[in-house]
């Protein structure tokens, strides 16, 4: 079926990165049982074609997960759209064995993910941006269903389109500090290649990265590697940079069991999962990236042409921009100011947050005492009542309820194959229910 000509479609998806990839894979995977359960479904992706944080394609960024934790391999190890499938099909599978490294690079992983995205081309309206959801009501109440709000990127043109169904995959938001605004010369991480090309190295002769993360890290090695002539400033809040912890007993947390230890364990337990093991993602850097950049700052010591300075406990607290100028104040250990040619802010993101799409339809779902959307465990918005609306899901912003792995490839496979059996299970009910009671499995007799 085209996927278009479905007058109320099972599935409305909203992205298409990786999450909403691995549903796609997870439905079509899951509707070629012997139920034939196969759902509409319709993606929805504002980028003209697939990519998955292309501005972050640095040369030799590596994945910080194993290739085994693909689209698919976690919920279907037989999965035609897995990385080794993907890797049989390139002609490179020995190859990659003989490398023997679990960590593929970024761009490699990019390819696969293209690769797996093509497949599905048929289901996706690329250059589309979604711009509200809504229940579809009149004087006669609910439809069952909701309307999904979508404005072509190129020629502005707005279409509605129906759904039992939405899967909100946005991904993350990039995070500036307060009162620091982005232009040609202030830039967050999540545009870097782009502003970077738009510029002539030539004339960068001092650029600074903000942030002590994995973003921040990478980008500082690749100016270091792309700007011979120019002095690098790396500007981070610790005193050096941290390891992310990827060894085997602290990894356990991205693992599928630890979702139900996080979303059925206590208070504290959930607590404890931040307080030990935020370590594994958020303000760390991989061994060998840091190992990298000491190594470098060791031979400049040693060759006496210093052109790599960290500056340590130290935080941007704003910019000021004039002409080709850009001058940052810095406070926290030494106050002072850093003039550069461009700067970068690694200052990570914010999580996922649907409110802004859904409007004032947001005040249908249930929040708990910080204010945060309660979300049940198949990862659908908990509304009052039973849904009378149509349903809402998300991969992504669910860190309070179903913890480290929201925002991450690790589980990709298996949450989406979770998502997907809900979505299918509910139709099976609704379509037993719109059965005369005669026709209805288990009434006979
Ligand atoms: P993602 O952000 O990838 O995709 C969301 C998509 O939605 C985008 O394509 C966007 O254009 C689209 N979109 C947004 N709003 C829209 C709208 N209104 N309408 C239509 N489309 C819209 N994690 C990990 O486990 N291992 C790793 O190695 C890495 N590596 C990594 C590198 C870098 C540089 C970053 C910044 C992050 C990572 N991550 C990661 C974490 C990262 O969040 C994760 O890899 C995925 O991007 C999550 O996939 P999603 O599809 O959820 O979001
Ligand atoms: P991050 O881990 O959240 O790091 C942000 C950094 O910015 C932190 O060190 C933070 O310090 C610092 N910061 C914030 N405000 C600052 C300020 N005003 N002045 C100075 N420093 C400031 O973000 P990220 O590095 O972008 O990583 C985000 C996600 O992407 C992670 O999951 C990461 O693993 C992933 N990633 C993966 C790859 C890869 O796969 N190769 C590459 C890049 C990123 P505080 O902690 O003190 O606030």
Same mark, same amino acid.
């Given at each position: 079926?085209?996927? $278009? ?25 899951? &509707?070629?049982?012997?139920?034939? +359960? ?25 994945? !910080? ?33 003989? +490398? ?86 202030? %830039? ?24 002590? &993360? !994995? ?58 999962? %931040? ?107 908990? $509304?009052?009542?039973?849904? $009378? ?5 998300? !991969? ?50």
């Amino acid at each position: 079926m085209d996927a $278009t000509s479905a007058d109320v479609f099972d599935i409305v998806g909203i992205g298409f990165g990786p999450s909403n990839l691995s549903l796609a894979v997870a439905l079509e995977e899951l &509707g070629q049982g012997s139920s034939g +359960n196969r759902a509409s479904a319709l993606f929805f992706e504002r980028q003209d074609d697939f990519g998955w944080h292309r501005n972050m394609l640095l040369p030799s960024a590596t994945m !910080q997960i194993s290739f085994l934790k693909d689209l698919a391999t976690f919920r279907n190890p037989t999965s035609k759209y897995s990385f080794v499938s993907y890797l049989h099909d390139a002609g490179r599978l020995a190859r990659f064995v003989n +490398n023997q490294d679990f960590f593929p690079t970024r761009r490699e992983f990019h390819q696969y993910l293209e690769w797996v995205a093509a497949g599905f081309r048929h289901q996706v309206r690329y250059s589309h941006e979604v711009t509200a959801i809504r229940p579809v009501t009149d004087a006669a109440g609910p439809h069952g269903c909701l309307e999904v709000e979508v404005r072509h990127t190129g020629d502005r043109s707005v279409r509605v389109v129906r759904t039992r169904n939405v899967v909100v995959s946005t991904g993350l938001a990039p995070r500036m500090p307060e009162n620091v605004a982005r232009d040609e010369r202030v %830039w967050h991480s999540s545009e870097f290649l782009t502003r970077y090309r738009a510029l002539d190295p030539a004339r960068l002769n001092s650029v600074a990265v903000v942030g002590a &993360g !994995q973003s921040a890290a990478e980008i500082t090695r690749f100016f270091h590697d792309e700007l011979p002539h120019a002095q690098v400033y790396s500007v981070i809040p610790s005193y050096g940079y941290a390891l992310a912890d990827d060894t085997p007993f602290a990894n356990q947390v991205f693992d599928p069991a630890a979702v139900d230890d996080y979303y059925f364990g206590t208070d504290s337990a959930r607590q404890a999962f %931040w307080d030990y093991h935020k370590n594994t993602n958020y303000s760390v850097v991989d061994d060998d990236v840091i190992r990298d950049l000491f190594r470098r700052s060791y031979d400049e010591d040693v060759s006496g042409d210093r052109r790599l300075h960290f500056l340590n406990l130290t935080r941007v607290s704003g910019v000021e921009r004039a002409g080709e100028h850009t001058r940052l104040t810095l406070t926290q250990g030494d106050p002072g100011e850093l003039e550069v040619d461009a700067v970068v802010f690694a200052t990570g993101y914010r999580a996922m947050d649907p409110s802004g799409l859904l409007g004032d339809f947001d005040a249908h779902f249930l929040r708990d005492a910080q204010g945060r959307h309660q979300i049940a465990r198949d990862y659908r918005l908990v $509304t009052a009542a039973a849904e $009378t609306h149509g349903r809402v899901y998300l !991969q992504g912003g669910t860190e309070h309820t179903h913890g480290l792995t929201s925002s991450l490839l690790s589980n990709l496979a298996t949450r989406s194959g979770e998502i997907a059996d809900s979505i299918l299970g509910f139709r099976l009910i609704e379509e037993e229910l719109a059965l005369p009671t005669e026709e209805r499995v288990g009434t006979a007799g």
